[in-house]
């Protein structure tokens, strides 16, 4: 029981972190990009738009569509064309049989092209079936520079993606708690055999989570990587780069010093709003969580206030009241909801009065 007019105010401030954004260093990639996983505002990029081959990063988009179309605990029973496919492998045998999450870990630790393959046609039936799947997720999520067409990222003249694409698909398989615990792990043992993750800085980056590696000849050493410190979540891509570890490493140093997570709102702003009853006084809402932003030297921080004019009785604590949005030179970086703080009771017993006082002042006929 809101008024349904919205007010929308517009704030601005300013904020200044300690660190000058213009100091980013070189790295050995033809490609990069640096992103903050949760904004997807992006903090460095080089060639990030330019088509390149991906080699095995290819199988973070393998086991995102995966993870989305199969129960963990699903089986399969290995062909023999499965495990003779050519490259990394987590060595399968014709005949046993695998639970989709084991296929998963000697996929996304031991790059095993032959687990990349049992769960494409697992999931689709044959490659091609597959591969119309990748693309399909890849467009729902607006990698316009990507195609796919096999599910372990050997060479093909169809197979290619940018940084930036896979920054974008990484940002999304990270919110996967399945996919996110399986590319943190450093090592497991299936059927007596031990895969060790062959991302080497979740030992030797602070922060580091996951996520793969990847490597042919044409292709070079291809990494991404997410990492998380002091509640800032970030990913890194490079592509063709001889150096990858040190590449990440001297990114995420600089990205943490050069930009600030900060919180721009919390449950303690509140506002009050006007309450329309007979004894008239307010109502006082708060944002429903603490909101932060990604913020540089510079920057202007901005907020979008949506809420009633006024409020009638009839409402919980707890109700959503509006939105708060708040942005980041202008482009949207993060919102939450307004809720009422306490109760505003319209007891059933009361009611007839309040309505006859509301048709006295001519409101009950416009908002019923």
Known sequence: MIGTVLAAVLLSAFLSPAYAVDRAPAVSAEASIVIHSDS???????????????????????????????AMDETVTI???????EGSSMYLKAGETYT????????????GNDAATALAC?????????????????????MAGSSFENPHGLD????????????VLAASAMENETFAKIVGTRSTTIKGLTYVNHNKLLAMCDGVIGI?????KAAGRTLVSCCERNGARFICVTLHAPDD????????????QAYAYKPAAGPEDTVDLPLISETGGTVTVRPREEVRVLTAPGDEISYSVQLPRFVFPGLAAGDTAGKLIVFVNGVPQAETEYV????VVCPAAAKQSFLQWLRGLGVYELIQ
């Open 79 to 85: 062909k023999p064309e499965w495990a003779a496919v």
């Open 156 to 167: 093909g003249e169809a197979h290619y993606s940018t940084a930036r694409d896979m920054a």
């Open 245 to 256: 570890w040190d590449d990440h490493m001297v990114l995420y140093d600089w990205a943490y």
């Open 212 to 216: 793969k590696t990847g490597f042919t």
């Open 340 to 343: 009422y703080c306490d109760e």
């Open 40 to 70: 997807g505002r992006v903090l460095y990029e080089k060639n990030a738009d330019q088509r390149m081959l991906i080699a095995s990063t290819t199988k973070i988009m393998t086991a995102l569509v995966t993870v989305e179309q199969c």
């Open 122 to 142: 697992h999931v689709a039936g044959d490659i091609p079936s597959f591969a119309a799947l990748m693309n399909e997720k890849a467009e729902a999520l607006g």
């Open 100 to 111: 989709v999450e084991e296929l998963l870990y000697g996929m996304l630790l031991s790059s």
